[in-house]
């Protein structure tokens, strides 16, 4: 199904998503408020890109925000991403929105105001970070806030609680389910009842989020006996 | 009363020296140092000398609004030179902080307009400007018949 998606900002990211748009057949209009930046890319783009500032309401107007299927803010400026998804959700009644943030600490506020998925490469790179150094302990695989759903990801420490037992031993709390262990040697597989799980091994769970701590609990070397 | 007031520009500096002068506890955030100079120079002695507050820092950071006093401000003014910036930090003044009464400066009058509506107090000079040049140019009464 086409969609008609409404891209502020002409950065990298805003000229490159356009594209690929583009070429899987949506329509698209890109806002720029800079006006060298617009005529650069509209040497590309042509007609599919604007010149003004998206979060002025009569530029999204002109845009045709009213039928627009989609808005993806992607401009350098969080407070800006944030007002135009904010705009979009709230007065024109968009059924999605898509924000770009640029400084992962404000992330929590794209979240107060419900300016929801808040997409930051920042953060999306510290996550891969962290999943390169198992000592961080945890990783986020999926979040699913609406849904009240996290998968993550343990490394089994030496001598943490679960190690040695089996999955049905384990003090796993409810809401929570151990989908997959992988193992060096062997790769991943589901675990049954009387699976042992092993130091080292590195487990994927589902879980209801705020169990985190509990579970963690269960899967790191506590620091008292190190 | 406790004000804070973040962006201490030409007018967010001449309220705060209103304020402290009429004997409020009054804090300013800005990123930029020379808005202290500004505070110094409108209050004609030092800043601190008569108890003001002063925090370097940027207006979105939690800590910064953190340090300038956000959690025990009875009232919250947004007077940065950012309409976005305004919108954003006035919501989560209101939202995260429950800070009692927060004014927004918004100079697009349709986006004041617009956020007034939600709720949200919000302070337009361009429209009051615009008022007044009308009132100035075509008389009370509006354009001649």
Not at chain 1, 111 to 138: C, F, M, N, W
């Amino acid at each position: 199904m086409a969609l008609y998606v409404i891209v502020a900002g002409a950065g990298k990211v805003g000229w490159n998503l356009a594209r690929e748009l583009i070429d899987k057949g949506h329509e698209v209009t890109v806002l720029e408020a800079d006006r060298r930046r617009y005529l650069t890319v509209e040497q590309e783009l042509e007609h599919a890109v604007q010149y003004g500032d998206a979060t002025e309401l009569w530029v999204l107007e002109r845009a045709g925000i009213n039928r627009a299927d989609l808005v993806v803010a992607v401009t350098g400026d969080d407070e800006d991403n944030l007002l135009i998804c904010q705009v979009a959700k709230e007065k024109y009644r968009v059924d999605r929105i898509i924000a770009r943030c640029n400084n992962p600490r404000n992330l929590e506020h794209f979240k107060l105001l419900g300016i929801q998925p808040a997409v930051s490469a920042t953060d999306l790179i510290l996550r891969l970070i962290e999943h390169e150094v198992p000592s961080y302990g945890l990783v986020h695989l999926l979040d699913l806030p609406e849904e009240r759903l996290e998968i993550i990801e343990l490394v089994v420490g030496d001598l943490a609680p679960a190690a040695g037992k089996t999955i049905a031993d384990l003090d796993m709390p409810d809401g929570s389910l151990i989908v997959a262990v992988i193992r060096a040697a062997g790769g991943g597989f589901v675990p049954k009842a009387d699976t042992v799980v092993e130091a080292g091994d590195e487990v994927l769970i589902v879980l209801d989020p705020g169990l985190e701590d509990a579970i963690t609990q269960q899967f790191v070397t506590l620091d008292a006996e190190r | 009363m406790f004000l804070l007031v973040v962006g201490a520009g030409r007018v967010g500096s001449a309220l705060a020296t209103r304020a402290l002068r009429a004997g409020h506890t009054v804090s300013v955030l800005d990123e930029d140092p020379l808005s202290h100079e500004r505070l110094d120079m409108e209050l004609g002695e030092p800043w601190e000398s008569v108890g003001g507050r002063f925090t370097i820092g940027t207006a979105l950071e939690m800590d910064a609004l953190r340090e300038a006093g956000v959690e025990e401000a009875d009232v919250f003014v947004a007077s940065t030179n950012g309409d976005n910036t305004n919108l954003v930090i006035a919501q989560l003044a209101h939202r995260r902080f429950n800070v009692g009464k927060v004014v927004a400066r918004i100079l697009d009058p349709r986006r004041a307009a617009w956020y007034a509506e939600q709720g949200l107090e919000t302070i337009c000079p361009t429209a009051i400007a615009i008022d007044q040049l009308e009132r100035s140019v075509l008389g009370d009464d509006g354009p001649a018949g």
